[in-house]
């Protein structure tokens, strides 16, 4: 830390020395020229007079008078002494006290004759300066004739100039010898107090997180900016160190009390040991429409932003684990600026561990492949909600092609990998597997399928069902999240496809090749708190402010969150809150119902429909019940984010999850994780892929209204050791299900797939037809 401040008090004392040096040099040269301009115009004027009173003199060729004139000019003020040449230059009259230097010819003489024009000149004599000032001389010739006869020299002390140089470059020594000194002090002061101060205490605060005697993971030193790049390093690492604390306690703990909980290190090292152990270092790939960072411009910067998605939460401890690549869509109006010329940038920013990889697609082809064929094809045929699918074969020609694109990017990626781990997510590549296996049949490749498998009478309404399943069946392992979506999926093969199913073991033999069907049900992260004695009484105060911040009185919250989409059961959830009030009056100006409701793909017709449903029917009911500062139904219309949403989740009475048909539904799981203090009531619909788990809610058919109500009106009155004891249960199934045992479990199963030889997939497919 000295050696640093010697350095820097060094740099300033040079650099400050250098800029007040220049600066005196400027000034000083300044000060001497405007010393001689004043010199040249005192002698322009005393030579103009001069000349008038030699001139005669010259006229009659008078040499006596001359010098006369010459020796009584020469005792002037500042004059060294006066001379006067002819037209040769040669000197007719010279002052007595002229120095003998300059009594023979100096060159203005000459110049001013030649010229016709008064010069001047500068020289040095014995150390002293001089200045000399030429002035032509003329006689007359005739009345209108004028002839240069000679010239009348000023000699001048002009030493004065120097003593006055000399004095202000004494004056700015001075000055800058002092304002080094002090430059000095203040430096070593502010040094010791901006600098080493701050670093001392980021340096406490290290050690006390090496000694775990501090356990957040951040300091309160806002000082610690003056070093910006150093304070967010240290940060970073301070981070990093918590967290595997934290990791390691809870291990400890856990092996402690004999559980098997996933965290989010035991993923990473889980993924890790089977890509060594079985696949010999391979890497994992994962392809996605939605990217895990968006690049976007925030005023005149980039910002990274993390879409609020629990895949990111998942998937990235594995790709940092294994340096692994996502394949997704570049969507962030910033994404272009961000990557690579092979399209790549690694990832996360704070701390690059592994590559992103960007499919740019045209807004044609988005358009087609994404809100065509995807959200208004496939999305409502997968989900039993009366909306009918639109299939034009437009958007399938988009889809294919933008499977093509992603499946072209994946295969680029996985090029110099042996044995690649590919992990494909959604709907929305149902065409990718089969495309990448063709290419790589070493590669394992699995595909997770995030919303619900019809029934296959109603899959068979899609004009290319089987160019989809054919697709689906190059994966070595197709993922639903209940078994029943897993029969589905078997049965539509069946129906479509020339294939041999295995029912005993959930597999489809088909071109020499076996796909396994199985269920992984998805999850949510799930962090532990410590218990606070005031938990209950945080709920009612946060409720409270809650409730003034939407300008609303109550005494029960109940809260729902969804994208705005025609499966989520959003209308029936308002028929039944308004039934609730016509049944049990006593909960009007009490119960308080919002509806957090995310606008989604609103330039589909059917989404922008809804989205104007779903707010005239929150305005009808309220209009039929509001009074004074209540209404029933808060309608928030916009993107919320996990922190924004936590609030509503941990001090709702209650969460209404009403999906007219869902593959999972992880708004169920996020408000049993919030629930720290192990209250609120979950109403779930039978529907949701979550009810098949989380028993202990209270589960409704969302079109059933009276029912409904009921439930609404049944939680609301629940017994605080009811609620308690369900909310336990809930959260136990939570916590041993949670997101990185669905990470472990689904990546873990693909990298043990046994990749069979054509001729042994012959063989096994001649067996079981016998």
Known sequence: MRLLSARLIVSLILGVTLVSLLSSYIEVRGEQRRLRRDLGRRAEVLGESLAGNVEPYLQRQSPRELERIVERFSHREQLAGVAVYNNQSEPIALSSDLPKELTTRPSAVALAIRQDKAQSQFLQQDGASLYIYAVPLHVRMNEHHNEVAGSLVMIQDASYIDKQTAHMWRGSFLRVLVQVLLIALITLLIVRWSIEGPIARAAQWMRALRTGRFVGPRADFPDLDLLRPLAHEVTTFAESLSAARTAAEKEAQLREAAESVWTADRLSVHIRSRLRSQLNESRLFVVSNREPYTHVHQGRSVQAIVPASGLVTALEPVLRASD??????????????????????????????????????????????????????????????????????????????????????????????????????????????????????????AIFWHIPWPMPEAFGICPWQRELLDGLLGADLIGFHIRSHCTNFLQSVDRALESRIDWEHFTVNREDHRTAVKPFPISVD??????????????????????????????????????????????????????????????????????????????????????????????????????????????????????????????????????????????????????????????????????????????????DIEQTAEAIRRSLEMEPEERTARMQRLRKVVKEQNIYRWAGNLIGELCEVRLDAPDEMKAISRASAV
């Open 526 to 703: 799930f962090t532990e708190a410590a218990a606070e004695s005031s938990a209950q009484e945080s709920a009612y105060s946060d409720r409270a402010n809650l409730f003034r911040e939407l300008g609303v009185e109550g005494l029960f919250l109940g809260v729902g969150v969804d994208r705005v989409d025609y499966t989520k059961g959003i209308l029936e959830r308002f028929l039944a809150i308004e039934r609730l009030m016509e049944k049990h009056p006593v909960y009007r100006e009490k119960f308080v119902f919002v509806q957090i409701g995310a606008p989604s793909r609103t330039h589909i017709k059917r989404y922008h429909d809804l989205l104007a449903e779903v707010e005239a029917e929150a305005e009808r009911i309220n209009w039929r019940f509001q009074t004074g500062k209540w209404k029933p139904i808060v309608f928030l219309k916009r993107q919320h984010s996990h922190k924004e949403i936590d609030r509503y989740y941990r001090t709702a009475d209650l969460c209404l999850v009403t999906s007219l048909h869902d593959g999972m539904n992880l708004v169920a799981k996020e408000f049993v994780a919030a629930r720290h203090d192990e209250q609120g009531v979950l109403i779930l619909s039978r529907f949701t892929g979550a009810a098949r788990e989380l028993r202990d809610a209270v589960v409704v058919n969302p079109y």
């Open 324 to 445: 692994g690549t996502w394949v997704a869509h570049g969507s962030g109006d910033a994404d272009r600026e961000t990557v690579d010329r092979f399209d790549r940038l690694r990832v996360p920013p704070e701390d690059p561990r592994y590559t992103l990889r960007r499919v740019w697609l045209t807004k044609e082809e988005e358009e087609g492949y994404y809100y065509g064929f995807s959200n208004e094809g496939l999305w409502p045929l997968c989900h039993i909600a009366h909306t009918r699918p639109l299939f034009r074969t437009s958007d399938w020609e988009h889809y294919r092609s933008a499977n093509e694109k992603f499946a072209e990017a994946v295969l680029k990626e996985m090029k110099d990998v042996e044995q690649p781990v590919l992990l494909a997510q959604d709907y929305h590549f149902a065409l990718l597997p089969r495309m990448v296996k063709k290419e790589r049949p070493d590669a394992r490749i």
